[in-house]
């Protein structure tokens, strides 16, 4: 019986030593800034954060490794205040001119006004499906959590762990899905007053400068990509990979409920229903089910 327990012990070290998800995901050992390190900081022991947008420039950080499916998550307090003409952006994203890319976008707002939650995908290189929300809370008050959750049968964007969208792998039936690109983690904040805030007719006031997004506990229990060899490996039914078991294959009752409320209470634009914007033609994954 010892020599059994000694046994199973050996085999979950083991597994916890090379399970995928296994990611230790502080800022300062995961992730690097790209852009206005002069005057953004890691601070405490490594897992708290802030950029910083001044008028010398903005701020961003990526993860130093890509990775294909699982859950990726920040708690994030935006920037108070008069934010307007500002966006802080947290994304995952391949490279390249035919990159695939998950978004949460915050659009900033003059004071006293709601944030937007912008959210977008992009497969091989194509967007244009944002969808909008207004928060139900105030994001600047507290640190909230933002997840983006991918698996090989859909895509699914949290706030709080509240569902807020979700999009499905249709690929069998000719519309791209973000599932052959290692994607890299990233958040910045700038400047985007050409566009952010009332289309571009408020810009940001730089006499309430620097404008500062706080973020901690960075997680990203997600697949290590490793090359097109990664795209069987994170996409195979195994235990390891928590995110392609049927529980993860869609919504429950009481999330799909949840996803319901967000989207009849608080969505302020649908890009399956601009059929301005696309002279008619809908995209086609707008007629498939999404729950």
Same mark, same amino acid.
């Given at each position: 019986?010892?020599?059994?327990?000694?046994?199973?012990?050996?085999?979950?070290?083991?597994?916890?030593?090379?399970?995928?998800?296994?990611?230790?995901?502080?800022?300062?050992?995961?992730?690097?800034?790209?852009?206005?390190?002069?005057?953004?900081?890691?601070?405490?022991?490594?897992?708290?954060?802030?950029?910083?947008?001044?008028?010398?420039?903005?701020?961003?950080?990526?993860?130093?490794?890509?990775?294909?499916?699982?859950?990726?998550?920040?708690?994030? &307090?935006?920037?108070?205040?008069?934010?307007?003409?500002?966006?802080?952006?947290?994304?995952?994203?391949?490279?390249?001119?035919?990159?695939?890319?998950?978004?949460?976008?915050?659009?900033?707002?003059?004071?006293?006004?709601?944030?937007?939650?912008?959210?977008?995908?992009?497969?091989?290189?194509?967007?244009?499906?944002?969808?909008?929300?207004?928060?139900?809370?105030?994001?600047?008050?507290?640190?909230?959590?933002?997840?983006?959750?991918?698996?090989?049968?859909?895509?699914?964007?949290?706030?709080?762990?509240?569902?807020?969208?979700?999009?499905?792998?249709?690929?069998?039936?000719?519309?791209?899905?973000?599932?052959?690109?290692?994607?890299?983690?990233?958040?910045?904040?700038?400047?985007?007053?050409?566009?952010?805030?009332?289309?571009?007719?408020?810009?940001?006031?730089?006499?309430?400068?620097?404008?500062?997004?706080?973020?901690?506990?960075?997680?990203?229990?997600?697949?290590?990509?490793?090359?097109?060899?990664?795209?069987?490996?994170?996409?195979?039914?195994?235990?390891?990979?928590?995110?392609?078991?049927?529980?993860?294959? &869609?919504?429950?009752?009481?999330?799909?409920?949840?996803?319901?409320?967000?989207?009849?209470?608080?969505?302020?634009?649908?890009?399956?229903?601009?059929?301005?914007?696309?002279?008619? &033609?809908?995209?086609?994954?707008?007629?498939?089910?999404?729950?």
């Amino acid at each position: 019986m010892s020599s059994l327990r000694t046994l199973l012990a050996a085999l979950f070290i083991f597994a916890v030593a090379f399970d995928p998800s296994a990611v230790n995901a502080k800022f300062s050992n995961s992730m690097y800034f790209y852009w206005g390190a002069h005057h953004s900081a890691i601070l405490g022991n490594g897992d708290d954060l802030q950029l910083v947008l001044d008028q010398t420039s903005g701020s961003g950080i990526k993860s130093k490794r890509p990775f294909l499916f699982g859950s990726i998550q920040m708690l994030i &307090k935006l920037v108070p205040g008069n934010s307007a003409g500002t966006v802080t952006a947290y994304y995952v994203s391949s490279s390249g001119d035919r990159h695939d890319e998950i978004d949460f976008e915050f659009l900033g707002n003059a004071s006293g006004q709601p944030y937007t939650i912008h959210t977008n995908i992009y497969t091989q290189g194509n967007g244009s499906r944002e969808q909008q929300f207004r928060p139900w809370f105030d994001p600047t008050a507290d640190f909230h959590n933002y997840t983006i959750h991918w698996n090989p049968t859909e895509v699914m964007w949290y706030v709080d762990s509240v569902p807020i969208r979700v999009f499905r792998n249709y690929e069998n039936e000719g519309i791209a899905y973000p599932n052959k690109q290692g994607m890299r983690v990233y958040s910045s904040l700038w400047n985007a007053d050409i566009w952010a805030t009332q289309g571009g007719r408020v810009k940001i006031d730089w006499k309430v400068a620097p404008f500062i997004a706080r973020y901690r506990s960075f997680r990203a229990r997600a697949c290590k990509w490793n090359g097109p060899v990664s795209i069987s490996q994170c996409a195979s039914n195994t235990a390891a990979n928590w995110w392609t078991s049927p529980t993860y294959s &869609k919504l429950s009752n009481a999330k799909f409920g949840q996803l319901t409320w967000v989207r009849d209470n608080y969505m302020i634009y649908d890009y399956c229903k601009d059929t301005k914007r696309f002279n008619g &033609k809908t995209p086609p994954e707008c007629f498939k089910p999404q729950f």
